[in-house]
């Protein structure tokens, strides 16, 4: 009789709970700021400077349909605050923040 049949444990049980326990470990806090944009000349680096002291994981720009999308990770700052920030720069609008 093997530990597994002792135990009465399947090899899929435990794949199925390394799968589970990875997925946990790698979950990450981030949230997104979406924002409608009008004017996109020099757009990216007004933003960029704008975020630079942030954990960006993802700057956006969809041209068709004028929207940036900024992905921050973590959750050690004000993300009122960073969407007020992102209001003021020329040509972006409607700024919505959501987190996980």
Do not use: H, W
């Amino acid at each position: 009789m093997s530990l597994l049949e002792a135990d009465q444990v399947t090899v899929e049980e435990v794949t199925e709970q390394v799968a589970v326990q990875r997925a946990v470990a790698v979950q990450r806090v981030v949230t997104v700021f979406t924002a409608r944009v009008v004017e996109v000349d020099g757009l990216l680096a007004r933003v960029a400077v704008l975020l630079n002291p942030y954990d960006v994981r993802e700057l956006a720009l969809s041209l068709d349909q004028g929207e940036l999308r900024i992905v921050v990770e973590g959750n050690g700052f004000d993300a009122g605050r960073v969407a007020a920030r992102l209001d003021k720069v020329i040509g972006v609008l409607e700024v919505v923040v959501s987190s996980n």
